[in-house]
């Protein structure tokens, strides 16, 4: 199975900072990266998907970079309603394995 | 629009057995597979597997096979995740996610595009 290791594994930040998640593949997954928002009690939403694609809908605050092994989620300037925990998913192979998430706290 | 609409919380008492359903609309049921994921309360998420909603064939994730099964009644399109020989450690939210693909260059890129609300199921006596 392909492991996936996010850091780091929560964070605080203020509204408008800029934050940064990053996620490691144990293995070579080229670009099939997603990455996911979920809300206390909610379901997850996409993103990111392929890597660096925005799901429509998403606000263009989200990035997501990488390929290979190395991945990451930015957001440019943090919203009251970004506050969430955030997870990484490889589709490269199955099982689709998640990282552990990166809980984005207010600091 | 797109929708998944799970059954209620459940609690059951070990060794009971459980059905939750998710009921799909505003699409073509079976254009798109269904996937069952499981997170165990405070923890991450977990992939159990899929089911091809055309076929109806599951494929389950290791430690997901013998006590959980995936099927379906494209009739009213809905999919089911019945877990059997309930343990404590089935206590968790089980959440099916439509599957969607994005093709480029590199092959077909598979992402969760819709989620239900997710199930809460306790097992305790």
Redesign the interface.
């Known amino acids: 199975?392909i492991q996936m290791t996010q850091s780091p594994s929560s964070l605080s930040a203020s509204v408008g900072d800029r934050v940064t998640i990053t996620c490691r593949a144990s293995q070579s997954i080229?670009?099939?990266l997603?990455w996911?928002q979920?809300k206390q009690g909610?379901?997850?939403?996409?993103l990111i998907?392929?890597a660096s694609?925005l799901?429509s809908g998403v606000p263009s605050r989200f990035t997501g970079s990488g390929s290979g092994t190395d991945f990451t989620l930015s957001i440019s300037s943090l919203q009251a309603e970004d506050f969430a925990t955030y997870?990484c998913?490889q589709?490269y192979s199955?099982?689709?394995?998640?990282?552990?998430?990166t809980k984005v706290e207010m600091k | 629009q797109v929708q998944l609409v799970q059954s209620g919380s459940e609690l059951k008492k070990p060794g009971a057995s459980v059905k939750v359903s998710c009921k799909a609309s505003g699409y073509t049921f079976t254009s798109y597979a269904i996937?069952w994921l499981r997170q165990a309360p405070g923890q991450?998420?977990?992939?159990m597997?899929w089911i091809n909603t055309n076929t109806g064939i599951p494929?389950y994730?290791?430690g997901f096979t013998g006590r959980f099964v995936f099927s379906l009644d494209t009739s009213v399109s809905t999919a089911y995740l019945q877990i059997s020989s309930l343990k404590a450690e089935d206590t968790a939210v089980y959440?099916c996610?439509r599957d969607t693909y994005?093709y480029?260059t590199?092959?077909y890129?598979?992402?969760?595009?819709y989620?239900?609300?997710?199930t809460l199921v306790t097992v305790s006596s």
């Open positions: 199975d080229s670009t099939y997603n996911y979920q909610k379901a997850p939403k996409v998907y392929a694609s799901q997870y998913q589709s199955t099982p689709r394995t998640f990282g552990q998430g | 996937n991450g998420l977990e992939w597997g494929t994730a290791q959440s996610a994005y480029d590199s092959g890129k598979y992402y969760f595009d989620w239900g609300q997710g």
